[in-house]
T-cell receptor
Framework: TQLLEQSPQFLSIQEGENLTVYCNSSSVFSSLQWYRQEPGEGPVLLVTVVTGGEVKKLKRLTFQFGDARKDSSLHITAAQPGDTGLYLC??????????FGQGTRLTINP | DVKVTQSSRYLVKRTGEKVFLECVQD?????MFWYRQDPGLGLRLIYFSYDVKMKEKGDIPEGYSVSREKKERFSLILESASTNQTSMYLC????????????????FGQGTRLTVV
């Protein structure tokens, strides 16, 4: 089984600060997805990156796929309380399976 | 609005009971998945199905079985529930047969929190 390691597992910062979450593996993935999960709900897709070195932006969120397609990062600029949640990275294995990291529980304090 | 619906939000069952968790999707997706989510461990794949009556073991299939008799419905069965199966169970569906679309979005249900006592 290919493994994805996320870091940090917990992060609590003040509103307005910047942060980066990392997702690393020793294996190559065909794609990398980031999901966000709120309490009592299932994860919801934020972004998919498929090309090594690819960068995608979603408002204040910037996602990057490593050149070798083994790692990814999520950077949030000027974090807001609404960004609070569990962030999960998931690596694609073929067209079907997704392998998930442990998740990063992010808390943004007003 | 696409939807994956799990039959129960909360379940409490006794050790040794047979437990059925039901999941229905309305998107005509080929692929359906059952994950369990535990703190610090993320989502771990139990079983997935890429077509009706087809199933494959995920990373932690022991103690579980599945059934997919219709395309829209994927059931997870705990043959004899044990306390270490207390967890959040998440069902997901995803487009993409082997020969077609890759890297598609997985849509999740709201989860079933199962407690085995």
């Amino acid at each position: 089984t290919q493994l994805l390691e996320q870091s940090p597992q917990f992060l609590s910062i003040q509103e307005g600060e910047n942060l980066t979450v990392y997702c690393n593996s020793s294996s190559v993935f065909s794609s990398l997805q980031w999901y966000r999960q709120e309490p009592g709900e299932g994860p919801v897709l934020l972004v998919t990156v498929v090309t090594g070195g690819e960068v995608k932006k979603l408002k204040r969120l910037t996602f990057q796929f490593g050149d070798a397609r083994k790692d990814s990062s999520l950077h949030i600029t000027a974090a807001q309380p609404g960004d609070t949640g569990l962030y999960l990275c998931a690596g694609g294995q073929g067209a079907q399976k997704l392998v998930f990291g442990q998740g990063t529980r992010l808390t943004i304090n007003p | 609005d696409v939807k994956v619906t799990q039959s129960s939000r909360y379940l409490v069952k006794r050790t040794g009971e047979k437990v059925f968790l039901e999941c229905v999707q309305d998107m005509d997706h080929e692929n359906m998945f059952w994950y369990r989510q535990d703190p610090g461990l993320g989502l771990r794949l139990i079983y997935f199905s890429y077509d009706v009556k087809m199933k494959e073991k995920g990373d932690i299939p022991e103690g579980y079985s599945v059934s997919r008799e219709k395309k829209e419905r994927f059931s997870l069965i705990l043959e004899s529930a044990s306390t270490n199966q207390t967890s959040m169970y998440l069902c997901a569906s995803k487009e993409g047969a082997i020969s077609r679309v890759m890297n598609t979005e997985a849509f999740f249900g709201q989860g079933t929190r199962l407690t085995v006592v």
